[in-house]
Antibody, heavy 123, light 111 residues
Framework: EVQLVESGGGLVQPGGSLRLSCAAS????????MSWVRQAPGKGLEWVAN????????YYVDSVKGRFTISRDNVKSSLYVQMNSLRAEDTAVYFC????????????????WGKGTTVTVSS | QSVLTQPPSVSGAPGQRVTISCTGS?????????VHWYQHPPGTAPKLVIH???NRPSGVPDRFSGSKSGTSASLAITGLQAEDEADYYC???????????FGGGTKLTVL
């Protein structure tokens, strides 16, 4: 069974740092792009970042560029996001998702998601 | 304000048909980006119900269907069931923003 389990969320002060992890199982992690998506309280989903299977390419939403770093460890089948200079507006549930390539249509989509981990930025 | 516009809410009685629209622009849906749809009951993991405009992943009932025309896309759910009650989101790539963008979400209530 394909499974993604996030961890590492918690309460952090503004300006602080936090590292989230996502443990993958049930598929060949090293073959897939991966994503982080977040949902602020009472708001919709927001894409945060993507990373290529070998880690050589990373993409971010403008609001986190320079503050967040997505990374991965293919030996441990794990995805990470290092979040620095955290702001109140970063408060959200953070989901990791597999970014699957559908060759038949030449497009990507997030096909499997974890249940998320909650980050609260507050003093 | 989301780049992709969805109605905040829709509702229908059990057995009825509902549609959820997702309106974009020439830099996302109109540029040929595939549209994907997610079902998200609160407190759970989002679930992909339509990928590539109109394709159902295995295990998703054929009551769910998608379509796309011009700068808009739609998700249709027929034979509404109580278990369909959730928030629904569309997703596409915006080539102008060089970013993946979600719609603002639509809350489906089964009356």
């Amino acid at each position: 069974e394909v499974q993604l389990v996030e961890s590492g969320g918690g309460l952090v002060q503004p300006g602080g740092s936090l590292r989230l992890s996502c443990a993958a199982s049930g598929f060949t992690f090293s073959s897939y792009w991966m994503s982080w998506v977040r949902q602020a309280p009472g708001k919709g989903l927001e894409w945060v970042a993507n990373i290529k299977p070998d880690g050589s390419e990373r993409y971010y939403v403008d609001s986190v560029k320079g503050r967040f770093t997505i990374s991965r460890d293919n030996v441990k089948s794990s995805l990470y996001v290092q979040m620095n200079s955290l702001r109140a507006e970063d408060t959200a549930v953070y989901f990791c998702a597999r970014f699957y390539y559908y060759a038949s249509g030449s497009y990507y989509s997030m096909d499997v998601w974890g249940k998320g981990t909650t980050v609260t930025v507050s003093s | 304000q989301s780049v992709l516009t969805q109605p905040p809410s829709v509702s229908g009685a059990p057995g009825q048909r509902v549609t959820i629209s997702c309106t974009g622009s020439s830099s996302n849906i109109g540029a040929g980006s595939a549209v994907h749809w997610y079902q998200h009951p609160p407190g759970t993991a989002p679930k992909l119900v339509i990928h590539g405009n109109n394709n159902r992943p295995s295990g998703v009932p054929d009551r769910f269907s998608g379509s796309k025309s011009g700068t808009s896309a739609s998700l249709a759910i027929t034979g509404l069931q109580a278990e369909d009650e959730a928030d629904y989101y569309c997703l596409a790539l915006d080539i102008s923003l060089m970013s993946w963008v979600f719609g603002g979400g639509t809350k489906l209530t089964v009356l």
